[in-house]
């Protein structure tokens, strides 16, 4: 099993639409978590840390369950521009290393 | 704020030659270090990690190998490319361990062919 999973997609979806995705990780003792964005050919962009609380920016809102080990990302009224592939990651604790997950591609259509 | 460069942005070399990737961190210190490659539509494979300098952490058994002479600078090499070493390789840093958060930056990558 690996690490981290995530569902590769991708999605299509209509602009303005909600969309979420799941990320599901192996290692109970794994402590930070966080969302990229990474666009075609391009680096991945942090797109936010996913905090025990869960948090929300914008339009995007994170949220994580650490009985059940997954951590989620929602998208709301999705803009074209949001089409990317979306990456999960997450490092346990005193941990030197982020583990990837392979990442869910996103396309939002007008 | 934190700048991460890496060169070159392209590179096309032939089978058997040498490769010298170099990545370097602005507005920071003691960061730790990491080289990425990112096969075609594929995740990311951690290659190495540095928590210092001269400090080499190797993940995947291949024909690379790391170095960091100075705390800011990781070098990317091989002696001899093979097909399979072409890809996307990304750098990236985090702060070190005492100095929260723990989020990680990469730089812009560099695509390599091997033809």
């Known amino acids: 099993r690996k690490e981290v999973e995530q569902d590769p997609g991708p999605f299509n979806v209509p602009e303005g639409a909600t969309v979420a995705f799941n990320c599901t990780y192996s290692n109970s003792a794994s402590q930070s978590f966080f969302w990229y964005r990474q666009d075609c050919r391009k680096e991945p962009k942090l797109l936010m840390s996913v905090y025990s609380s869960g948090n929300e920016d914008g339009r995007f809102t994170a949220q994580l369950n650490r009985a059940s080990q997954y951590i989620s990302l929602l998208i709301r009224d999705s803009k074209l521009s949001d089409s990317a592939t979306y990456l999960c990651?997450?490092?346990?604790?005193?941990?030197?290393?982020?583990?990837f997950g392979a990442g869910t591609r996103l396309f939002v259509k007008a | 704020s934190q700048t991460i460069h890496q060169w070159p942005a392209t590179l096309v070399q032939p089978v058997g030659s040498p490769l010298s990737l170099e990545c370097t961190v602005e507005g920071t210190s003691n960061p730790n270090l990491y080289w990425y490659r990112q096969a075609a539509g594929r995740g990311l494979q951690l290659l190495f990690y540095s928590v210092g300098i001269g400090q080499i952490s190797s993940e995947v058994p291949q024909n690379l190998s790391a170095s960091r002479p100075q705390d800011r600078q990781f070098i990317l090499s091989s002696k001899k490319l093979l097909l399979s070493d072409s890809g996307f390789y990304l750098c990236?840093?985090?702060?070190?361990?005492?100095?929260?958060?723990?989020?990680?930056?990469f730089g812009p990558g560099t695509r390599l062919t091997v033809t």
């Open positions: 990236a840093w985090t702060p070190p361990r005492d100095r929260p958060p723990d989020e990680q930056y």
């Open positions: 990651a997450v490092r346990n604790t005193g941990g030197f290393k982020t583990i």
